[in-house]
């Protein structure tokens, strides 16, 4: 039997059905925390389960949560919905598949924070998932399960979804707050941070699908009980969303700490036959490249020792790339995403990403030159430290950790690489 | 026009939001304004505006700004495929250039029947399931994952036989 926290749909049908939820003990944790708990006892419980942020910044949850504003009211929940990393889709099978728990999740969020009303901001290519959590919001409604006087007290909750457009930047939490309140989805300068000034300038806390959907377990069965999985620092599972040559891509749950090797060659199935795997990037388009070296392989998938091998664990959606892959062909992809998917707010990554798209076009050309290479370097080296947010950012992991640890890709080509 | 055709549905989507902050309302009102022909003509757009309290500049820059919203009328279909790393790794761009290829259009073009728009578009968190590719139209957006040329252009023909 393996040990499912949110993919619990694979090996309990009718999971995402109300009654089949229910009939698991659903909503259970969700008539705890609202009949017997206080607000601040649900964040020392989330505290003390280690859970850490699973949209990619890694952020202790509960601790987010103790910063609410509590001299300002009315408090916000944001649910970030808006998957857009390439690489990354995972909170897509979560929300098809097991809808309630992530809604329950999103309750037991609110009532922690004294929100009575949260939002579930999804990409608008999910019109399919949002058209069904709203029935689903439909039916716990009509189940007295959202709405006022929830289990016979005082609490009251809401929960909407709200579509966004076409734009990876609002799934950078700020800019998801001024898309909300419909206007361009451009990130703020922060501090001040959403617990304090959130969305309609309320305390608002943000947090994604997969993180969410971990609380009605833990609210059920307890910190210890969470803490039994993963590592010491980094508790819990993680569904790793892996993609790209590998025989089998899909979600895998696994717990936090499983290495790379066990990932890709136990569950992915490997490398598609007559290829090897050439580098890893753990965290998506966001990511620095890793060399698939056996001790890279050997290294647990977990916040701490991801760094240690030069990348960060993120979102976990990890990016195989065989021999056949030229590095330089791959930041041409990686930068068309980004200069294509930047705001246009901040200087550094509006020109920054502009200029390394037509770089790397150039690298890509037969007239490449090793000047063309130090120019790319030199470009993605400015933009680093210098951006608004997090996308300019996450722009040059690629291509400085690409050109640094794979030289043989790049120009002068001695022999005909593809 | 919006408020007359769709009273129920311009009341729903501006419940969701609290009463003085109606601006929130401009992206679902895009789309409800969009599902008829495709795209925002500048009469939706005005109303838009006055419903959300906002000037016709603001809306016209959101439209602008988010990619799933169209100010010109285009194929009834837009056919998106991704071609982002983790899809291209699995042949995504070579499935996308024979599509074009066979239905004898360019990328970013319409078929001459003006019903079928091919784009590549960013990451749809399909990776797992490439080649793939979402269908807009007035009717919503549907993924269609683990796809082929042929599955692809069956696909197209279904949609070219509906009216």
Not at chain 2, 132 to 153: I, P
Request: charged content about 20%; glycine content about 8%; aromatic content about 8%.
């Amino acid at each position: 039997m393996t040990d499912y926290i949110l993919l619990r749909h694979r090996e309990i049908p009718g999971l995402n059905t109300l009654e089949g939820y229910r009939a698991t003990g659903g909503f259970n944790a969700l008539r705890k925390v609202i009949t017997t708990m206080q607000p601040d006892q649900v964040t020392e419980v989330v505290k003390a389960s280690g859970l850490r942020g699973r949209g990619g910044a890694g952020f202790p949850t509960g601790m987010k949560w103790s910063f609410i504003d509590k001299k300002t009211y009315p408090h916000y929940v944001v649910a970030n919905a808006d998957e857009s990393e390439p690489g990354t889709f995972k909170d897509r099978e979560i929300m098809e598949s097991n809808p309630f728990q992530f809604l329950e999740g999103v309750a037991i969020c609110a009532f922690a924070v004294e929100a009575k009303a949260a939002y579930i901001y999804l990409r608008g290519e999910f019109w399919q998932v949002a058209n069904s959590l709203d029935e689903k919001i439909a039916e716990m409604e009509a189940a007295r399960l959202l709405g006022d006087k929830l289990f016979g007290t005082d609490a009251t909750l809401r929960i909407f979804t709200h579509l966004g457009a076409g734009a990876y930047i609002c799934g950078e939490e700020t800019a998801m707050l001024e898309s909300l309140e419909g206007k361009l989805g451009q990130p703020r300068l922060r501090p001040p941070f959403p617990p304090s000034y959130g969305l309609y300038g309320k305390p608002t806390i943000v947090n994604n699908v997969e993180t969410l959907t971990n609380l009605p377990l833990i609210l059920d069965k307890g910190a210890e009980w969470y803490r039994s999985f993963g590592t010491d620092k980094s508790p819990g599972t993680k569904v790793f969303s892996l993609s790209g040559n590998v025989n089998r891509p899909g979600n895998y749950e696994l717990p936090l700490g499983t290495t790379f090797r066990q990932l890709i060659f136990e569950h992915g199935g490997g490398i598609p036959a007559e290829h090897k795997i050439k580098a890893i990037m753990p965290a998506g388009a966001s990511s620095s490249l890793i060399i698939a070296s056996e001790e890279a392989l050997d290294t647990p998938m977990d916040y701490e020792s991801v760094p240690k091998v030069g990348a960060q664990l993120g979102s976990a959606s990890v990016i195989v790339v065989d021999d056949s892959v030229n590095i330089a062909w791959l930041l041409n992809k990686t930068i068309h995403f980004f200069k294509h998917e930047s705001c246009g707010k901040c200087t550094p990554c509006r020109e920054g990403t502009y200029w390394m798209l037509h770089l790397t076009e150039r690298l890509t050309s037969t007239s490449a030159t090793q000047a063309d290479v130090d120019l790319l370097n030199s470009v993605a080296s400015q933009i680093k430290g210098k951006c608004l947010c997090a996308l300019g950012e996450f722009s040059i992991e690629a291509v400085l950790s690409g050109i640094e640890r794979f030289p043989q890709d790049f120009p002068p080509i001695s022999n005909s690489a593809s | 026009m919006l408020r007359e055709k769709y009273t129920d549905e311009v009341r729903r989507i501006l419940a969701k939001y609290p009463a003085d902050q109606k601006r929130s309302a401009v992206m679902p009102l895009l789309y409800l304004a969009q599902r008829e022909g495709g795209y925002i003509t500048k009469g939706a757009l005005q109303e838009i505006a006055e419903i959300c309290e906002i000037t016709s500049t603001e809306v016209a820059s959101i439209i602008g700004f988010y990619s799933l919203y169209y100010d010109e009328p285009a194929g009834i279909y837009h056919i998106q495929v991704c071609t982002d790393l983790p899809c291209a790794l699995r042949g995504a761009d070579e499935f996308l250039q024979k599509l074009c290829e066979n239905l004898g259009i360019k990328v970013g073009e319409t078929t001459v029947d003006g019903k079928i728009t091919v784009e590549a578009v960013m990451c749809l968190a399909g990776c797992h399931r490439a080649p793939m590719f979402q269908v807009q139209s007035g009717d919503g957006l549907v993924y269609h994952e683990d796809q082929t040329v042929e599955s692809a252009m069956q696909l197209i023909e279904t949609l070219r036989a509906k009216e």
